[in-house]
């Protein structure tokens, strides 16, 4: 074979395995490792506009967190990503939280997802999952209660204090607030 007609080939020899050599997944992999992301629903429709308020205000405050909304397709896509520990923050209606940490519901028959509070703002409640470490837990909230004034519905400190299922890094960011 001659180098005029190898290097024909070549193109079409290297076009397929670019093109389909590269999976976008072990990236989102890591793009989920270096942003905290904030789960919400397209049909839990109050979440979403409101995780973007969160994000800003968590960003002002802890800019090394690099907070970005996420949006799952429907509230049993966010379940099982919380519950195989894709997702670790979500921000959800509180009855759609209390289903998910009962397994009532929507969820009925399927394992509980074990969910802690880091704080509320009207009837959303922002959690994580309860064996994500209590020190990153307790940076996010403090971050979150500096900007407190720029997140409408935000309830009382004391209020958040008197949650059983508050997150201990939570409580600890709120107590020092």
Do not use: C
């Not at 509320?120 to 064996?131: I, M, N, S």
């Not at 020190?135 to 309830?155: H, M, T």
């Amino acid at each position: 074979m001659n180098r005029r007609s190898f290097l024909g080939l070549l193109p079409a020899v290297l076009i397929p395995t670019t093109t389909f050599g590269h999976s976008p997944w072990g990236q989102y992999a890591v793009y989920r490792q270096k942003h905290l992301l904030v789960l919400s629903t397209r049909d839990d429709p109050a979440s979403y506009y409101y995780s973007k308020l969160l994000v800003n205000a968590i960003n002002k405050g802890a800019p090394e967190a690099s907070a970005r909304p996420a949006r799952a397709v429907n509230l049993e896509r966010a379940y099982n990503l919380l519950r195989t520990n894709q997702f670790q923050f979500a921000l959800l209606s509180q009855q759609n939280i209390l289903d998910m940490r009962q397994a009532t519901g929507t969820f009925s028959g399927k394992p509980a997802v074990d969910l802690r509070t880091i704080y509320r703002f009207g009837d959303l409640e922002f959690v994580v999952l309860a064996q994500f470490p209590d020190g990153l837990v307790e940076v996010v909230a403090d971050a979150l209660l500096s900007s407190r004034e720029d997140l409408p519905g935000a309830i009382t400190r004391d209020e958040a204090l008197k949650s059983a299922l508050l997150h201990p890094g939570a409580r600890r960011a709120i107590i020092a607030d």
